[in-house]
């Protein structure tokens, strides 16, 4: 296993960036009028899974444990947030079938980091 220097180096982190430009990519078919509600929020909720992940980095283990809760939590808003832009049919089967595929992935991956966090290894 590679020696992770740089939160750039979590897999987590690398997979959560490409699940905010998949984000970016379906909430810009949103109706114009989600643009400041919806869409806004949704976008900024998932930045914050890899920003959180990335700040954690920055701290000791304690707050490094807390920002990786954090980005959990913003994790499960955001499927949240998808739930609710497709019940009225702002997102296609197709995206939501590829958010789902990988938002699951960005899950399991930093719960896996947050054990290994809580475990010390």
Not at 10 to 35: A, F, H, N
Not at 44 to 59: C, D, F, L, M, Q
């Amino acid at each position: 296993m590679p020696e992770i220097i740089s939160y750039r180096d979590l897999v987590c982190w690398q997979k959560s960036i490409d699940l905010v430009l998949l984000v970016y990519e379906i909430t810009g078919k949103y109706p114009d009028d989600e643009r400041f509600g919806l869409r806004a929020h949704t976008r900024k909720t998932a930045v914050s899974v890899p920003s959180n992940i990335a700040e954690g980095t920055r701290h000791k283990k304690p707050g490094y444990i807390s920002r990786v809760t954090i980005g959990l939590g913003e994790h499960a808003e955001l499927e949240t947030q998808l739930i609710v832009g497709d019940r009225p049919g702002y997102v296609s089967k197709p995206d939501m079938s590829r958010f789902d595929r990988l938002a699951t992935s960005v899950g399991q991956l930093t719960h896996g980091l947050l054990r290994s966090l809580d475990t010390g290894s």
